[in-house]
């Protein structure tokens, strides 16, 4: 079977607590940017063989080399600063930190290679399929809206997407180029757009909720222009996942007709609580697409039972056919370098989970 596999993985994990000191020590300048190195690679050696004795075939780097799941690929942009951002801020649950926001000061391109020695460095640990999780182009928006976008450079937004579209195909190029042929666009828009509280922002920001989910999806159309024939590619969607933490919540309803729009070959869909609604939005997904449901949560360390996991599974092909489903955690486990609020024990085993209950499901 090819990408998306019938048991998956949304991308980061847990950082072992030697790694996160090394990044830690290198950031005061205990330890050289060639040492960090090192440790990086050890981790993510020992990660990509855990995944592989569970019996994952999409593997990632655990996003190890990473403070921040999008901030970290958007910064390499030209034109793209990170700042704190005075303005509206998204409320994340229990939670008083920000991170930055990927502010626009001038032309954005892409005028060097983004993070394709991670991706070679992971091709070069697995003869299974290496998975490149990268932000979705609709991220350089949704924070921090119109307002984070300068008007002198971009008093146009047209010229603004336009230019996202074409920094994202020498972007996706270059991975491409390197061998990469699964690629994951996380992109919580989606999903948060599904909010009140997030389209009352938005319109705080200077922007319209109700045409936004169709311009992302037409700026990701427009990056994926020219990928290679044979390259997978999925979106995946939640609604935040900041230890352990969320930020928005509501259906698909709102959001589904653009975002089964884009040409991409599946979705990565956050179901692991009432606050992503029911499965009746899957109805509408077009024929030739693959659907992985994200229903083991990463916010907790309870393991989910396999009869659990299986009757949603049912519940869900009442919409979308079995042989078009795929399983796979709701989310990341380690979105940012803090982690989520689960052990290292604990993540293993709900990988394991999904690679159990997929192969008594699929076969």
């Given at each position: 079977m090819t990408a998306p596999f019938r048991a998956d993985q949304v991308g980061s994990l847990l950082r072992p607590d030697w790694l996160t000191e090394a990044r830690q020590n290198c950031k005061c300048g205990?330890?050289?940017?060639?040492?960090?190195?090192?440790?990086?690679?050890?981790?993510?050696?020992?990660a990509v063989q855990r995944q592989q004795d569970i019996g994952l075939q999409g593997i990632t780097d655990g996003e190890f080399r990473r403070d921040w799941w999008h901030l970290d690929f958007l910064a390499q942009l030209d034109g793209v600063e990170l700042r704190d951002h005075d303005g509206p801020q998204f409320g994340i649950q229990g939670q008083s930190v920000q991170p930055?926001?990927?502010?626009?000061?001038?032309?954005?391109?892409?005028?060097?290679?983004?993070?394709?020695?991670?991706?070679?460095y992971l091709r070069s640990l697995t003869a299974r399929t290496p998975k490149m999780t990268i932000p979705s182009p609709s991220m350089l928006h949704l924070r921090g809206g119109r307002a984070a976008i300068s008007n002198t450079v971009y008093p146009d937004l047209a010229e603004f997407w336009a230019d996202v579209a074409a920094a994202y195909r020498v972007a996706i190029g270059q991975l491409a180029d390197a061998g990469c042929r699964y690629l994951q666009l996380d992109d919580i828009t989606f999903a948060y757009l599904c909010d009140p509280k997030i389209q009352a922002q938005c319109r705080a920001n200077g922007d319209d909720p109700d045409t936004l989910a169709q311009t992302?999806?037409?700026?990701?159309?427009?990056?994926?222009?020219?990928?290679?024939?044979?390259?997978?590619?999925?979106?995946h969607t939640c609604r935040g996942n900041f230890k352990s933490a969320w930020v928005a919540q509501g259906g698909y309803a709102?959001?589904?007709?653009?975002?089964?729009?884009?040409?991409?070959?599946?979705?990565?869909?956050?179901?692991?609580s009432e606050r992503a609604g029911g499965f009746e939005p899957l109805a509408a997904l077009p024929a030739d697409k693959k659907v992985v449901l994200g229903l083991v949560t990463t916010k907790l360390g309870a393991l989910e039972s396999k009869d659990a996991i299986k009757r949603r599974i049912d519940e869900a092909a009442r919409y979308v056919p079995l042989e078009r489903l795929c399983l796979s955690p709701q989310c990341g486990f380690s979105s940012t370098h803090h982690g989520n609020a689960l052990s290292q024990d604990d993540q293993w085993r709900k990988l394991e989970r999904v690679v159990e209950v997929a192969a008594e499901v699929w076969g």
């Open positions: 205990l330890l050289d940017v060639a040492a960090l190195a090192e440790v990086e690679n050890q981790a993510i050696a020992e930055p926001i990927a502010t626009v000061t001038d032309r954005v391109a892409c005028s060097r290679p983004i993070m394709v020695e991670h991706f070679e992302y999806a037409d700026t990701i159309n427009a990056a994926l222009v020219g990928t290679p024939a044979d390259m997978v590619v999925t979106i709102p959001v589904v007709e653009a975002m089964f729009s884009t040409h991409v070959d599946g979705y990565f869909m956050e179901f692991d």
